[in-house]
C-alpha cells in the first residue's frame, strides 16, 4: 500500500504539470532571488554580464595579445582580458571581414582590432572587377597582379545578406587595396576555402583561436549551442585548437526544477509528454559559484533530466594564467516568464 502511494507521488510529479514537490517545502528560499544570466550574476568577487542581446555570437581569442573578438550578428566588439570592453561596431551592408580575423572592412576604411588604440585608416584603391575579369582565369590573373607584392591577403566576404560583391584586400607595404567581383554577374567563381582561388591565392593574415566547450565538444562559431535546435553546424576553420589542450569542465547541472506549463501532448489526448518551467543553477567555475535560473524543459518518464540550452565557453589551458573570462551562451526556445 506504502509503495503504490510512492509510486503515485512519483508519476504524479513525472508524468504531470502537479508539482508535488511544491516550493514551500522543497524549494530553498535562496532561489527566489536568482537572476536569470541575461539579467545580470554576481558574487562577492566577480560577475556574469550581458555581452550580446543575441547568442549567436562567434568568439575568438588572440592568444598573442590577449584579447577576445565577438563577432555577431549585430555587432563586432573586442572584449580585454578582464571582459570590459573596448571596441565595437555595428554590422550593416558596408561591413565585412573574415572569419578568425583581426581586420573590420567598411566602404571605404578598414579598422585593425589588434591595434591597442584603435583607429581606421582610409582603403587607397577599390577596383571592380568587369568585363573579362568576371572569368575565373582572368580574375586570377587580376588577384596575381597584387598578391605577390602584399604582405597581407584577406578575403573579407563574412557580410550581410544583402550584400552585392565578394571582397579581396590587399595591404601592399602601408596601403590598402580591395578588389571586388560581383556575386550575380561573376560566372563560376566562389571563395569556398577547398575551392581554386584560395588554393591558389591562400590568405596571409593572422588566424584567432575558438574558445571551446568541451562537455559537447563544441568551438565557439556562431551557431555554437544551437544544437537543441538545428543539426545544421557552421563550417569551420581550425587552426592549432584540435592540437591544444582546453579545460575539463563538467556539465552544467541543474539544482532545483519547477514544473510550470505544459509545452507537449500526444495529439487527440491532451495528454502531456514535456514540460516548461524555471531552473536554478548553482555553478562553479575557478572555485567561485554562481547562482542563476534559465528556462528549461523535462520529458515525462522516470529517469527523463530537465534539459537547458546553456552552454559554456573557455579558453585552452596553457592560456587560463593570462585571462580568466570565460562565456556563457543561452539558446532559450520560449520567451521567459
Known amino acids: 500500500m506504502i509503495l503504490a502511494f510512492i509510486l503515485l507521488i512519483i508519476f504524479i510529479e513525472k508524468c504531470t504539470v502537479i ?15 536568482y537572476n536569470y544570466i541575461h539579467q545580470g ?18 568568439i575568438m581569442y588572440n592568444e598573442e595579445e590577449n584579447y577576445f573578438i565577438i563577432y555577431g550578428d549585430e555587432k563586432i566588439r573586442k572584449i580585454n ?21 583581426t581586420y573590420v572592412f567598411t566602404e571605404n576604411m578598414v579598422y585593425d582590432l589588434s591595434d591597442k588604440l584603435i583607429t581606421k585608416t582610409k582603403i587607397k584603391k577599390v577596383i571592380q ?13 587580376l588577384l596575381s597582379s597584387y598578391y605577390q607584392k602584399a604582405n597581407t591577403v584577406i578575403y573579407a566576404n563574412v557580410e550581410t545578406f544583402g550584400a552585392k560583391n565578394h571582397k579581396v584586400y590587399f595591404k601592399i607595404d602601408h596601403d590598402w587595396i580591395g578588389i571586388y567581383i560581383s556575386k550575380i554577374e561573376s560566372n563560376r567563381i566562389n571563395f569556398h576555402p577547398s575551392g581554386e582561388i584560395l588554393k ?27 544544437e537543441t ?11 592549432k585548437e584540435e592540437e591544444i589542450e582546453y579545460p575539463n569542465n563538467k556539465n552544467i547541472k541543474v539544482a532545483f526544477y519547477q514544473k510550470e506549463k505544459t509545452l507537449g501532448v500526444i495529439a487527440y489526448t491532451g495528454i502531456p509528454t514535456s514540460f516548461r518551467g524555471t531552473a ?33 565557453y573557455v579558453v585552452p589551458n596553457k592560456f587560463r594564467k593570462k585571462t580568466q573570462v570565460s562565456f556563457f551562451k543561452s539558446f532559450p526556445s ?4
Do not use: C, W
Open 19 to 33: 508539482n508535488i514537490m511544491s516550493p514551500t517545502v522543497f524549494k530553498k528560499s535562496k532561489y527566489n532571488n
Open 200 to 226: 591558389t591565392f591562400p590568405e596571409k593574415r593572422q588566424h584567432l583561436l575558438f574558445l571551446k566547450n568541451p562537455v559537447n565538444n563544441v568551438y565557439s562559431s556562431r551557431s555554437a549551442g544551437n
Open 81 to 101: 582580458s578582464k571582459g570590459i570592453q573596448e571596441f565595437s561596431i555595428e554590422r550593416n551592408d558596408n561591413v565585412s571581414y573574415a572569419n578568425s580575423g
Open 280 to 312: 536554478y543553477f548553482n555553478l562553479k567555475i575557478n572555485k567561485e559559484e554562481y547562482n542563476f535560473k534559465e528556462m528549461g524543459t523535462n520529458n515525462i518518464g522516470f529517469f527523463n533530466k530537465v534539459k537547458h540550452d546553456i552552454s559554456y
Open 334 to 337: 520560449f520567451k521567459y516568464s
Open 229 to 239: 535546435f538545428s543539426s545544421v553546424s557552421n563550417d569551420l576553420i581550425l587552426t
Open 41 to 58: 550574476v554576481a558574487n562577492n568577487n566577480s560577475e556574469i554580464v550581458r555581452v550580446s542581446d543575441s547568442p549567436y555570437n562567434a
Open 129 to 141: 572587377a568587369s568585363g573579362e575579369q568576371l572569368k575565373l582565369n582572368k580574375f586570377l590573373k
